[in-house]
């Protein structure tokens, strides 16, 4: 499989410089919107440890605790459902589907789903798939997996739904007012959920004593794609589980705190059993979380609530854009859990990222994540995935670092460097940090020359 | 070896030495009114506050706050619409309905939620087919947090129940916020106390 190269990706994004700066900005308000909600709460950095230590315990149990869920959902009248991967996660919603002669499925915003490919698996087989988050949808119209995961479209100015939505769903191509454009969305998607033969969800969190299914959500696509069609279908992760309902008070008060900045979203929804004369399936899938669990540095990201905080706070992030990382989760936490796929091909994510730490500091699970992307690195290097130029770059700066006659020798020169080398000798296809900035001057003294110049004598 | 073994049995495997589940706290608010904290909080995710009218009549009170609406469709006994819901045969059928009538059960100062379920809403496409919907809330029944919500254990058992905090909203275009994404377009909160004069 190809290696993804996220610099190059992003250096698509870069060029577009309208759609760069509002993505930028766009992000970081959310970021700022994050901080004033969670600065009204005294007792947020408990709930943040109680948080993360509620799904350390969870996961560190989880098998007991899944066999509960399943239980008591199979007691609540649902059908429970194992798959090992993606390719059985998505036999299973065909096989359900054609069971019961269902055609037409309205799906809520679900990344599990998308991380399955499903929606192609279903469409080839004669399934009419149909996305009702409006970032979703703009982005399925638009033949794009989401570039984020709370807003899937956040990469895309209004003239360019504009245009997709003219291009698709018929309407004006020259009106790009929004609430023109969310209006004809709604008015075309409604009679979808009318005559729906099943809806779908994904879960935000998987309550183990009642078997309950919890679906966080802002527009009412959720409810309607469950409450309308006389089929419903839950996939989940097998992390999502959580002991208790109680314990849904500590994520839903920082859930949408950390995403939006807002304190909860508009609808906190919790489907139990199936109404009279309807089904409720549904599918617990693994696809790689069992062996997740298994790394001793990497089981924490398993903790993750999919808020997005640390893709809005990382400016790597605000500044490539989602789709440069080419997988389903991008940003802090996919750089993380990316590799955990395909090492082989997200070996270039771990390096996106400038390990500030802000990503860590946001998250409302207390995931190491800056740590973790350190650790990623390191494996990396160690199972030569490292392109060719970096690792004869580092190969060589580490006999320069652990030498400390040699480091010297190398700064006083690169001093010079700087100063008199010609510009296609530093600005070329090896120096990948001389790509969009200038090296700054160098200063007249290296440190050890002023230091045994001023210091030294006292 | 079944899916479900297997994943069960890997999971067995990796998973990391044992930690211990911390107790939760119930974070109670330090201070100030429930009611006034309900109230802030609605009107800031986009819901809106109607006063019980002094004459009782609350069908008189929905007239005039929605003049066009042609349908109003009620689950509550204090409210008789036009649209008796025992005339409606499947879900479907309220997407006719411009305003949509319940009683929450409760409601939540710290979010301006409501928590409603299949009881409240006999048909649960009411709180999300119609146009409109208008809530009616005890004043008496507001409890501080999130956490205090969840304790009201037996709730849960219903087959399904949601906090919903306002309308239907996106803002998923360029952060642009419109209220009526693809349910309700607005969600009216009138205070009424269980078992007022008609």
Known sequence: MKRIDHAEASSKFIKAKDHLDFHDQRLWDLRQKRDRESEHIPEWE????????????????????LEEFERKATANGAHVHWAKDAAEHNQFVFDIMCAHGAKTLVKAKSMLTDECEMRP??????????????????????????????????????????????????????????????????????????????????????????????????EGNAD???????????????????????????????????????????????????????????ILVDNGRSERLGMPDFWYSLKCIRCGACMNTCPVYRRSGGLSYGATYSGPIGVIIDPTFNLRKYSSLPFASTLNGSCTSVCPVKINIHEQIYKWRQVIAERAQLPFVKQEAMQVAGKVLANPKLYRAAVETAGAGIEHLPRFMMYNRLNAWGRQREVPAAPALTFRQWYLKNRSKQ | MSSRDDILGQIRKNQPPPRALPPIPAFDAPTGSMLEGFKAALVRMGGKLAAAPADGDLDKLIRELFPDARIVCSATTEVLGNLPLDRVRSPGEVGAVDVGVVRAVYGVAETGSVWLTEKEFKINSLGFLSQHLVVLLDPERIVGNLHHAYRERAQFDARYGVFMTGPSATADIEGVLIHGAQGIRTLTVILHATGSPK
Request: with cysteine.
């Open chain 1, 224 to 282: 309607l794609s469950v409450n309308l069609p006389s089929l419903y279908i839950a996939s989940i992760g097998v992390e999502k589980i959580i002991p208790k309902i109680e314990h849904l008070g500590v994520f839903v008060r920082m859930l949408s705190r950390s995403a939006l900045g807002s304190p909860i979203t508009q609808l906190t929804s919790h489907f139990r059993a199936p109404r009279d004369g309807t089904e409720m399936h549904i």
């Open chain 1, 121 to 218: 698996f279903l469409e080839n087989r004669g399934i009419d798939v149909m996305e009702t988050d409006l970032g979703e949808r703009i982005q399925q119209l638009d033949n794009e997996p989401p570039s984020h995961i709370v807003v899937p479209a956040v990469h895309k100015l209004r003239t360019d739904v504009a245009r997709v939505f003219a291009q698709t769903i018929g309407t004006d191509p020259k009106n790009s007012d929004v609430h023109y454009l969310a209006e004809s969305q709604r008015q075309h998607t409604r009679p979808y959920f009318l005559k729906a033969d099943a809806g779908m969800t994904g879960a935000n969190f998987a309550v183990a004593e009642t078997g309950t299914v919890v679906v966080c959500t802002n």
């Open chain 1, 46 to 65: 408990e709930l943040r440890a109680l948080a993360s230590a509620i799904k350390e315990h969870t996961l560190t149990h989880l098998a007991d605790y």
